[in-house]
């Protein structure tokens, strides 16, 4: 059974930094399309980054995020992270990990204000 649990949110000033923690059982994320997501109240879900299957797998980013924010895994640690930098207000949300944005975890929220 895949299992998807996601840490690290938490209340950021503008401008700062956090970074998303991404745990999988179940399933190696390695050997699967890793995503993160991302949903405020009263908008739809958007895909924010993802990483293909393997090792140089190519990584793609919402153009909103393009530059700030980062994603990789460990292949050791069997997790994905989410590097995010120069915080903005609309980072605002609710960030999920996803396995070839299929199964997605509970999610972890991410709050940016001064």
């Known amino acids: 059974q895949v299992q998807l649990v996601e840490s690290g949110g938490g209340l950021a000033q503008p401008g700062g930094s956090l970074t998303l923690s991404c745990s999988a059982s179940?399933?190696?994320?390695?050997?699967?399309?890793m995503s993160w997501s991302r949903q405020s109240p009263g908008k739809q879900r958007e895909l924010v980054a993802e990483i293909g299957i393997g090792l140089g797998a190519l990584t793609e980013y919402a153009d909103s995020v393009k530059g700030r924010f980062t994603i990789s895994r460990d292949e050791a640690k069997n997790k994905v992270y989410l590097q995010m930098n120069n915080l903005k207000v609309e980072d605002t949300a609710a960030y999920y990990c996803?396995?070839?944005?299929?199964?997605w975890g509970q999610g972890t929220q991410v709050t940016v204000a001064s």
């Open positions: 996803g396995v070839n944005q299929r199964i």
């Open positions: 179940g399933m190696e994320v390695e050997l699967n399309a």
